[in-house]
């Protein structure tokens, strides 16, 4: 197996989950604290990497950080370089393709939060920074790991949007998806399914996670119940 | 402030003066959003709310403090527990005393005890019975209104604060609070529609209905028609 891949796509995923986290948690709480066209339209613009295809996304991403482009130069001017075809292009491109992965849990577990606790915390002179690092993300902390594990593994399994953005460059954007490809291509199934295994190994861990979430609230209640 | 919400169309003024003052009224007459509106909670259509010169909202030059930054404490009629803290933890909360802990651990310890909740603090909220948790929302509100670091007392918004709790508790409790609330100098707005609860409380009296106020005095004034009609359908039952 590619160890080189390996290593790349696990640094790719860990700085996209770090990165979108701290994108995520006030963008989710932002839409989730109220309603509006502006909202919507925000919650739409999250949301569409999941029905683009993956090709269309690393399309326009590949040209906006291109040198045709006020942004595209603008980055170049910033990082020296084109970002196309780079690690710092890529992880814009991850971010920007597990942004609804991240977002949508958190939305959820944030509209599920009663307003009764966040007025209830106003009410005792909380600021809303306080009100929301205090009770309402101790509150979604299930959102938050399912949040986490998403992107994450989103990030492990992503192709198109890196074939198109990254290209195939050892070390610097060769991911183990597209490792994988490689490997069928050369008629190496061998070491393609030791590949497809890990690849197998992160969604099923990442699943496992997720679907043992409830439970383990479940014996934290029945714990909290027994105090008693 | 005039402001409508549901079916009711709320259009009342009135003056806080004394320690402790009830806004009383049938269900649906709008105490409650009275006292949502002073919090911070409801934004009135037109109106102006001011406290101690401050002024917390005025419709004509578009002013509205945020909850957070007004002089008010508050709790509502559900507990509003937080889930992941014990109850120690939940009284703490908005205690303002930063720079004295040693003081508000005192006085979470003399509040535990006014609202007979000792041996409690460790608790978590899910395990906790519906009238324990009532009185530490209560309870919370009293030490984060105590102990803010302010040299104008917060006013203290109290809704429904001692519904459903057994009688004899319940006067204990309203008495002993009373008279700590007046010792600490925190005004009181509370909301009930018990009669027994304003007489017990001696308290000034707003009586509201239908969104408009019928009349503003002491309890025995105000609800004397009220306590009229009690005591003659009791007697009426005795008889």
Known sequence: MDLEALWLTLRLAAATTAILLLIALPLAWWIASGRGITRALTQAAVALPLVLPPTVLGFYLLVAMGPLTAPGRLLIRIFGHPLAFSFEGLLIGSIIYSTPFAVQPLVAGFEAVDRGYVEAAAGLGASPARVFFSVVLPMARSSLLTSAVLAFTHTVGEFGVVLMLGGNIPGATRTLSISLYDLVQDSNYAAANRTALVLMGFALAALVVIYLLPSVRRNQGRQADLVR | ?239
Do not use: C
């Not at chain 2, 102006?48 to 010169?53: E, N, P």
């Open chain 2, 1 to 239: 402030m005039k402001h409508r919400v549901g079916g009711v169309s709320l259009n009342v003024a009135f003056t806080l003066a004394q320690p402790w003052t009830v806004l009383f009224g049938p269900s649906g007459s709008g105490k409650t959003t009275v006292l949502r509106a002073i919090a911070g909670f409801v934004r009135p259509e037109e109106g102006r709310i001011v406290k101690h010169g401050d002024v917390l909202m005025d419709s004509t030059t578009g002013e509205f403090v945020p909850p957070h930054q007004r002089l008010v404490r508050s709790a509502a009629q559900t507990a509003w527990l937080f889930p992941q803290q014990d109850v120690s933890s939940n009284l703490a909360y908005g205690s303002g005393w930063r720079s004295k802990p040693g003081d508000v651990a005192k006085i979470i310890q003399e509040v535990l005890s006014l609202f007979h909740l000792e041996g409690l603090g460790d608790r978590r909220p899910s395990a906790l019975s519906g009238g324990e948790k009532q009185r530490i929302a209560v309870a919370r509100a009293v030490v984060s209104a105590v102990t803010w670091d302010h040299a104008k007392p917060p006013l203290l918004l109290l809704d429904e604060p001692f519904t459903g709790l057994d009688a004899a508790l319940r006067d204990d409790l309203l008495l002993g609070l009373r008279q700590r609330l007046e010792e600490w100098r925190i005004p009181v707005l509370s909301v009930t529609h018990a009669l027994g609860e304003a007489f017990q409380l001696d308290a000034e009296v707003i009586k509201i209905a239908d969104g408009r106020v019928i009349e503003q005095g002491p309890v025995t004034n105000v609800l004397a028609e009220e306590r009229e009609r009690l005591l003659t359908s009791l007697r009426v039952v005795k008889g």
